[in-house]
């Protein structure tokens, strides 16, 4: 499977801040000076209806080492990952700073970046978001989390809660795209 490295993404939307894990984020621009980022974000989730609003995110990378820095990309994984922000804060107890876009900036990243969406393309479950980059930088030296070590590395008493979300997720996909 083709699979970016897992990504949280945050945005702020009339002092509300949410985010999520997402698999799908790409740099989309030929043009070096003016760097665009893609996003796809499922319909049904919080961050996505915030974005839409805000036309803001920030999108980051996840340490995978040290030991560390790869228990705290797993306890990010579980905040934002793992439940709707429909139900309640997931930010709450997160370490984050806002950035220039007010989008959180997650303080146990590995890498960041800030865009302002400049247009959305309808995929039916999700929207892809493309967005100019507003800023950056590197939080700390490593390698990002992938989804191949985020599943071995998930602890043991997360993978039920996982795969309802999952199974949860795909439902409302098919739901939306009129599949069974």
Partial sequence: MLWSPVLAVTTRHQDRDNGLIATTGVFASLVP???RVLVELAKASLTHDLVRASRVFALHLLPVAP???LAASLSLVHA?????GHLGDKMAAIPAR???TGSPILADALTYVEARVV???DAGELTIFLADVMEGGRLREGAPLTISVLRERLPPEWHAEW???RERQVAEARRRRSLR
């Fill in 33 to 35: 000076e003016a760097p």
């Fill in 98 to 100: 806002p950035g220039v």
């Fill in 67 to 69: 030991d560390d820095a």
């Fill in 119 to 121: 247009s959305t393309l």
């Fill in 80 to 84: 934002l990952g793992m439940r709707s």
């Fill in 163 to 165: 795969t309802a979300n």
